[in-house]
């Protein structure tokens, strides 16, 4: 089913993972239980938790929340589907099969030439109804409506999907709005970026591989979007670039531990004081791994910029002005149809001194 290590796929050497893996090298953590008790109110307990936040996001742009007020039993039900959905004959599961037009449902690499991560995954949207930008063969600026593809089975997949999206699009929104009060800006400032958002909720399946050191369960990449809220289960995987030393170090399973990572869009935004941070995930010959993004992205509309506040004479826009959906739709382009051109990069839209 397309998981034989195609020698063509080969990762390059500075992809292969390393022997000796550095575990949990100070990836901050951070209690979230002050947003959900009485102790909201208290206005000690709440900047120190936006300091925490602060730090964690200018040393790594990666951190774990635990006592987040997702409940532990949502999660289990999507794990549950999700197993269950993969587990399934190859045949039935291509009955949603992702296509040229339509970037949601299943895929893996079979029929994604261009993927060379050892993995299948199932993508669904967050709103009911997402715009954006065409993915067909059109150059001109027409837009297209997305809609979910439901698998008939597991019976209780789409239900579990569903709630769990809302559960954890209320954490994601609690961080923005944590990010934006760590960046000295009012609480709500970002929140109608994600009016009409282009987010959306990955399921991972990376099986067992037989030849872990040629393969990668997804090669280095930043995330494009605004903020990733991971879950991932107990098996372990995920690697961060460490800032400092450029070290790869293993992000620790811990349970029912939400993994948060900022992405390109809060890079721009915060003219850099917050970086994207450079993460891939390593397969092992034993176990499958599970995990969980959601991804929460703008609307396709939405320019992307250093935000006014951020910006003076002294501190000068690092970025020059890019459209959301265009990225979107070159990112989901080059993911599906083998192009033989660059990945598109916000260091494409950095401004360079002279
Ligand atoms: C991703 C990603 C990490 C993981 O899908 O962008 O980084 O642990 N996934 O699956
Ligand atoms: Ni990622």
């Known amino acids: 089913m397309g998981f034989e290590v195609d020698t063509a796929f080969v990762q390059p050497i500075e992809h292969r993972p390393k022997l000796t893996i550095l575990e949990a090298g100070g990836i901050p953590l951070i209690d979230l239980s002050v947003l959900n008790s009485q102790n909201s109110d ?15 996001c200018q040393d790594w742009g990666f951190f774990q929340v635990i006592n987040h007020g997702v409940s532990s039993e949502l999660r289990r039900r999507i794990e549950t589907a ?34 060379r991560d050892w993995k299948e995954v199932f993508d669904f949207i967050i709103q009911d109804e997402t715009v954006i930008p065409s993915l067909g063969e059109t150059e001109n600026q027409e837009l297209q409506v997305l809609r979910n593809r439901w698998p008939d089975y597991p019976p209780e ?44 909720i990955r399921l991972n399946h990376y099986p067992p591989c037989p030849s872990p050191h040629l393969a990668l369960g997804v090669g280095r990449h930043k995330d494009g979007g605004a903020l990733t809220v991971l879950a991932q289960d107990d098996v372990g995987g995920l690697e961060v ?17 939400y993994i948060i990572n900022v992405g390109d869009i809060i890079q721009v935004w915060s003219n ?17 791994r599970f995990s969980i993004p959601f991804f929460l ?52 839209f950095k401004i360079t001194q002279q």
Request: proline residues 6%.
């Open 272 to 288: 850099e004081k917050y970086e994207s941070p450079e993460h891939r995930v390593v397969v092992n010959s034993e176990r499958e």
């Open 157 to 200: 997949f789409r239900q579990a999907c569903s709630e769990y999206a809302r559960a954890v699009k209320k954490l994601a929104f609690k961080l923005v709005e944590l990010i934006s009060l760590s960046l000295g800006l009012p609480e709500k400032r970002l929140n109608d970026f994600f009016k009409d958002n282009t987010g959306f």
């Open 82 to 115: 999700q197993k269950k959905f993969f587990h399934l004959a190859l045949e039935e599961k291509h009955k949603v099969r992702r296509d040229m037009v339509n970037p949601l449902g299943y895929y893996d690499s079979e029929n994604t030439k261009n993927v």
């Open 241 to 257: 670039k460490r800032k400092t030393d450029g070290e790869w170090i293993r992000v620790k399973p811990i349970p029912d531990a």
């Open 42 to 56: 208290d206005p000690e307990a709440l900047s120190g938790l936006i300091t925490e936040i602060e730090a964690a």
């Open 297 to 348: 992205n703008p609307a396709h509309y939405l320019r992307v910029k250093p935000l006014e506040e951020l910006v003076d004479e002294q501190n000068p826009p690092k970025y020059s002005e890019y459209n959301w959906g265009e990225f979107f739709k070159s990112r989901k382009n080059s993911n599906f149809k083998k192009l033989g051109v660059e990945n598109l990069q916000i260091s494409h």
